[in-house]
């Protein structure tokens, strides 16, 4: 039996704000429970729902050395669909509204997380084969495992594993404070450890020190090793190649599933989509205020509003996109200047545009069902979950070919009959307009070659089935 631990910031469903939250909380449940003995730990943040705070129980609590401060670590515990949850208590680190906020409080805050998640591990007496941790917050892990952790036997042997969700996010700030908070030694911070550009970099710290690094996506992959979507570590990216891999994300397909969903007005599958997916549009039409018609092309949005996402490409012309026979359902919180665009277009385009700002998981099951196609332009994609998702629902993904968009979205061919989606090359406004435009052509003339790209997009499999498979070959390799 192979044990390992999940260490992230976030997951679901106990707190989420993006797709980290969605693969941390679903993934742990695809492994062979024979072989593999998988648990997760994470902060309990003040924040999260009271109802989850509730069932979490009390294990242990003990004093911890963080640099020259002793902070108190709680631990708690919670088993959640076959899965072993822990939680690390903090009041000072892991209070406020959101799980994270200003950088130089999260600095301390993930040093304090980090170190945390491997000194719980011989109070609570599980002693994992296997670390792997998930993103910047988490990028301390394997610096501190081979640092102050590896002379006694307990920790000897624990290899650890980085995945970059996101190679943008990577915990930047100065050495001095960082060492004062850390209580690393100077030694770790030159450029061939975890400082970058004359700061520390937690992220760095991770890919330097971590036994094996994965991100989300093969074309990811191969995509950081430049210096567009390198992020400054590109060179770090090609040094580490070896020890790099790309799984492609799955989601979780029985939350995810139109058959079953609780919080569509009209389940569907791959059979009878024909009939009764339009219900669900019809619906969503009328509870958004928006011209009711079951005959209109809805196109969906469900995002983070953030430059990531391509909502540049999307302001340049949404008005040109407006004149079209469509209707835009977007649903997003994030950068206030994109807020406020779309509810600049929902007010100037009554009945056509509707701009929900704010977090809701019913609100985006509905759009994934109702929609005809969704949109995703995105600069750039580690992997994207929202695609998957509409895949899953038979609503044809639009997207730029980029990362896990290029891995998991087939382009139409109307020549052969082929693909699941429509997708662009260049990062380029009029590029994406041309490909809606081409689609909007498809579903308004060519309905049974909709319908077609639909049973092709619903017949895809992106469960976890095959890449859980992926990661257990990497945990046998690494720990065999
Ligand atoms: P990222 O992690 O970069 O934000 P992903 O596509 O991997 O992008 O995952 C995004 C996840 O967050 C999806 O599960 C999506 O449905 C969800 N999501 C994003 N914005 C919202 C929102 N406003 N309300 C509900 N769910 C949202
Ligand atoms: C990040 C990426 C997204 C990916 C998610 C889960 O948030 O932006 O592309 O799907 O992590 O891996």
Request: aromatic share 16%; proline share 3%.
């Given at each position: 039996m192979k044990k390992v631990l999940f260490v992230a910031s976030e997951v679901v469903p106990f707190i989420k704000t993006g797709g980290l939250a969605d693969v941390v909380g679903s993934l742990p449940k695809y492994f062979d429970k024979e072989q593999f003995d998988?648990?997760?730990?994470?902060?309990?943040?003040?924040?999260?729902?009271?109802?989850?705070?509730?069932?979490m129980q009390y294990l242990t609590h003990f004093y911890m050395e963080l640099g020259w401060r002793t902070q108190y670590v709680g631990i708690l515990q919670m088993e959640y669909e076959g899965v072993q949850f822990y939680f690390v208590d903090?009041?000072?680190?892991?209070?406020?509204?959101?799980?994270?906020?200003?950088?130089?409080?999260?600095?301390?805050?993930?040093?304090?997380?980090?170190?945390?998640?491997?000194?719980?591990?011989?109070?609570?007496?599980?002693?994992?084969?296997?670390?792997?941790?998930?993103?910047?917050?988490?990028?301390l892990v394997p610096v501190y495992l081979k640092d102050s952790f590896h002379g006694g036997e307990f920790f000897a042997n624990m290899k650890s594993i980085m995945t970059i969700h996101n190679l943008k996010?990577?915990?930047?700030w100065d050495k001095k404070t960082v060492m004062n908070i850390t209580g690393l030694s100077p030694y770790y911070f030159?450029?061939?450890?975890?400082?970058?550009?004359?700061?520390?970099?937690?992220?760095?710290?991770?890919?330097?020190?971590?036994?094996?690094?994965?991100?989300?996506?093969?074309?990811?992959?191969?995509?950081?090793?430049?210096?567009?979507?390198?992020?400054?570590?590109?060179?770090?990216?090609?040094?580490?190649?070896?020890?790099?891999?790309?799984?492609?994300?799955?989601?979780?397909?029985?939350?995810?599933?139109?058959e079953t969903d609780p919080f569509i007005k009209k389940n569907y599958n791959a059979v009878n989509f024909r009939k009764e997916k339009v219900k669900n549009k019809v619906a969503l039409q009328e509870e958004l205020g928006l011209t009711v018609d079951p005959?209109?092309?809805?196109?969906?949005?469900?995002?983070?509003?953030?430059?990531?996402?391509?909502?540049?490409?999307?302001?340049?012309?949404?008005?040109?996109?407006?004149?079209?026979?469509?209707?835009?359902?977007?649903?997003?919180?994030?950068?206030?200047?994109?807020?406020?665009?779309?509810?600049?277009?929902?007010?100037?385009?009554?009945?056509?545009?509707?701009?929900?700002?704010?977090?809701s998981e019913a609100m985006s099951h509905k759009i994934y069902a109702s929609c005809d196609a969704f949109l995703m332009p995105s600069l750039f994609e580690p992997c994207g979950l929202s695609q998957l998702m509409s895949l899953r629902y038979g609503t044809l993904p639009i997207v730029r070919e980029t990362g896990g968009l290029k891995d998991t979205v087939e382009p139409y061919n109307e020549f052969e009959s082929t693909g699941t989606g429509f997708s662009f090359c260049n990062y380029n406004a009029h590029e994406m307009l041309n490909t809606i435009?081409?689609?909007?052509?498809?579903?308004?003339?060519?309905?049974?070659?909709?319908?077609?790209?639909?049973?092709?997009?619903?017949?895809?499999?992106?469960?976890?089935?095959?890449?859980a498979k992926k990661y257990e070959e990497l945990y046998n390799w690494l720990a065999g």
């Open positions: 998988v648990r997760v730990i994470a902060p309990k943040y003040m924040c999260m729902a009271q109802k989850w705070k509730d069932q903090n009041e000072f680190y892991f209070a406020g509204s959101k799980p994270y906020g200003n950088i130089y409080e999260d600095i301390e805050k993930f040093a304090f997380f980090s170190r945390a998640a491997l000194s719980a591990l011989p109070v609570i007496g599980f002693q994992p084969d296997i670390i792997h941790c998930h993103d910047w917050q988490t990028g996010f990577q915990g930047i030159a450029p061939d450890k975890l400082e970058a550009y004359g700061d520390a970099n937690y992220l760095k710290g991770g890919i330097v020190y971590a036994d094996a690094i994965t991100t989300v996506s093969m074309t990811y992959a191969e995509e950081i090793k430049t210096p567009f979507y390198g992020e400054h570590l590109d060179g770090l990216m090609q040094a580490r190649s070896n020890a790099l891999r790309g799984i492609v994300n799955g989601i979780d397909y029985k939350e995810y599933d139109p005959k209109k092309m809805m196109i969906g949005v469900v995002s983070r509003l953030t430059d990531q996402k391509g909502f540049d490409l999307i302001e340049y012309v949404m008005d040109e996109l407006c004149q079209d026979d469509i209707q835009l359902v977007v649903l997003g919180t994030g950068e206030e200047r994109y807020e406020n665009m779309f509810r600049h277009f929902a007010w100037k385009y009554q009945g056509k545009v509707s701009a929900n700002i704010f977090y435009r081409y689609a909007e052509r498809i579903y308004y003339d060519k309905k049974r070659e909709w319908n077609k790209l639909i049973d092709r997009a619903m017949a895809q499999d992106f469960s976890w089935s095959n890449s």
